[in-house]
């Protein structure tokens, strides 16, 4: 069984996003398995293919792709000056929308299971990681960046 993630409280989202990569989860050597069954169907991050901002072949390329890597390698990718690319996000990072919506689903008691994978500059697509299984339960779909407010 991985390790439980304590709820963070930090300023700082990106000293929390270097920490918790350095976690070592039970399942980091594994393939992340993707579930669709939590996906938010209202709201400003509703996860629904018929969006007029969705971009269904992006979508499956790139889940296509991570489908391809560990998590360990996931968690490894980075872009402008190292930033992780995929990392959980700290609850003091969340923005007001996304504070509703995870009020909204019940999901409370996961926040420091929140988990974004960047798709592409501005695109998100974020979940729940699993901590005892390689499972991504996907519920956001995140067009520009608004879920997690960027510090810069």
């Not at 399942?27 to 629904?48: H, L, Q, S």
């Not at 990718?77 to 923005?95: E, I, V």
Request: aromatic content about 12%; proline content about 3%; cysteine-free.
């Amino acid at each position: 069984m991985g390790q439980k993630r304590t709820k963070n409280t930090r300023k700082d989202s990106r000293q929390y996003q270097k920490e918790t990569a350095k976690i070592p989860n039970s399942n980091d050597r594994e393939y992340p398995v993707w579930t669709f069954k939590d996906v938010d169907r209202d709201g400003k991050f509703k996860f629904d293919p018929a969006r007029a901002d969705f971009d269904a072949k992006n979508f499956l390329q790139k889940v296509i792709s991570l489908s391809t890597m560990t998590w360990a390698e996931i968690i490894k990718q980075t872009h402008d000056n190292g930033k992780s690319k995929q990392h959980f996000l700290s609850s003091d990072s969340l923005s007001k929308e996304a504070t509703e919506r995870i009020a909204a689903k019940k999901l409370e008691d996961l926040t420091d299971q929140i988990f974004s994978f960047a798709f592409s500059n501005k695109l998100r697509v974020i979940g729940i990681r699993e901590t005892d299984t390689p499972t991504f339960r996907v519920i956001w779909y995140d067009a520009e960046h608004k879920f997690s407010l960027s510090k810069k």
